[in-house]
């Protein structure tokens, strides 16, 4: 039974989007929507707040999170879905990277004041008081304050994976990604595979080994596919048997050309996909 669209992959300020996570359940319920992921960078700070305020809105909630790994130099992100934020494991791991996240982000600002930008830790804390910092948050602050064109310009040029200013992060595999999500009571999804420029021969490697260790499905649905993409990445998903997932990847004013449920405008996911999903968990 047809109960509405839905999207799967959302983020909050708890990592690199604009909305609190309440706002961000307001702004599903303008949306239409029926039900709705949390899914941020490697924390879950945001479930319980997000989960009391879509009780009261009558939206049904998926506590998830969106892992990032590394697969042969090549940044590769993995969803995970009904995660139990308390496991022992997965919080020990969030745990790190939050902390490494500060650190990065003061020798990130260390490196752009070398490229001659005009930047603090400070003006960045005080324009998101409230936000988790990260790199959109730097691109944001450099275009307001007229040092850079847009923000894609700064990501290209300066904080993109590979640029000078770019700060590694020390990152788990996938497959690490897929045994920490399970062993919470989750299950896994393939965030965007069009973001990867992995040849193809080890994109199919790295989906064989994925569902191997326990992935469920990909993220087929995505606001940056062209038609083109998306039917690529639906054939690619029922050739390993997995189940075609969709998510508009909203960051609110962080990404203000993707909306909330429908990304660019022509997003749709439909419930039925939540439903395989939940057939999936048992």
């Given amino acids: ?49 997000a989960q009391e305020a879509a009780e009261k809105l009558g939206i049904e909630f998926i506590p998830g999170v969106e892992l990032s790994t590394d697969y042969l130099g090549c940044e590769v992100h993995v969803l995970g879905y009904y995660v139990s934020k308390d496991d022992p494991k997965l919080k020990s791991m969030m745990e790190q990277f939050r902390d490494f996240r500060s650190s990065r982000n003061d020798r990130m600002v260390e490196s752009l004041q070398q490229e001659g930008f005009s930047i603090t830790m400070e003006e960045l804390k005080k324009r998101a008081p409230d936000s988790i910092l990260s790199r959109a948050h730097v691109a944001k602050y450099l275009v307001e304050t007229g040092q850079a064109p847009d923000i894609s310009f700064v990501f290209a040029n300066y904080i993109g994976e590979g640029c000078r200013c770019y700060i590694q992060r020390p990152m788990i595999s996938p497959i ?9 009571g989750g299950i896994c999804v393939l965030a965007h595979p069009v973001m990867y420029k992995l040849p193809e021969d080890d994109l199919h490697r790295m989906i064989q080994e994925m569902k191997d260790a326990g992935m469920c499905g990909i993220e087929a649905i995505y606001s940056e596919n062209t038609a083109g993409d998306e039917k690529r990445f639906r054939e690619l998903t029922a050739s390993y048997g997995l189940i075609v997932t969709g998510g508009s990847d909203f960051h609110g004013a962080n990404k203000p050309d993707i909306k909330l449920g429908v990304g660019k405008g022509d997003l749709h996911i439909p419930y039925r996909i939540l439903e395989e999903l939940k057939g999936v968990r048992g």
């Fill in 1 to 49: 039974m047809d109960t509405g669209i839905i999207d799967m992959h959302v983020h909050s300020n708890a990592s690199d989007g604009t909305f609190s996570p309440d706002a961000l359940m307001e702004e599903a319920k303008r949306a239409g929507l029926s039900a709705m992921a949390l899914t941020d960078h490697d924390t879950m700070d945001g479930t319980a707040p």
């Fill in 176 to 184: 690490d990604a897929v045994n920490l999500i399970r062993g919470a």
